[in-house]
């Protein structure tokens, strides 16, 4: 089952997946990240349930730029350790382009950290996914 998260206590329970890719943020940095990128982002949290648990989540926006024109941003895509390989983070991705789709989006667009090579051959192999750009950031 594929639910997106809302209220406080699923935001939470999601948590326990989320730190696994954002280790960075303790649960009332992240509460506050992901209510304040919904009001100013149209950000979407969604998690996949296997046997009543969280085993993975998926964080997205829908944007319009100049480069991608109607696009889907994926900021967030992570399966639990244990539960990695058993086609969840291929669900919820799957999940996402239809979601665009049914809502006539274009692209589907995501940046992952240069060392995560194999969620690069998951993207590129699995997803069919292409390289095309470098992300580049500068701490302030």
Do not use: C
């Amino acid at each position: 089952m594929i639910k997106e998260m809302k209220s406080t206590e699923e935001l939470k329970e999601a948590f326990v997946v989320m730190r696994e890719l954002r280790p960075n943020l303790d649960e009332e940095t992240y509460l506050e990240y992901v209510n304040e990128a919904r009001e100013k982002g149209s950000y979407h949290l969604y998690a996949l349930y296997e046997e009543g648990e969280i085993v993975a989540v998926i964080g997205f926006s829908p944007m319009i730029t100049l480069y991608y024109g109607r696009s889907i941003w994926v900021y967030d895509l992570v399966t639990r350790k244990e539960d990695r390989s058993k086609g969840y983070g291929k669900a919820l991705l799957s999940f996402v382009e239809q979601w665009a789709v049914d809502d006539n989006y274009t692209t589907i667009a995501l940046s992952s950290g240069m060392q995560r090579y194999d969620a690069h051959r998951f993207y590129e192999e699995k997803m069919s996914y292409n390289k095309v750009s470098y992300v580049f950031k500068k701490e302030l």
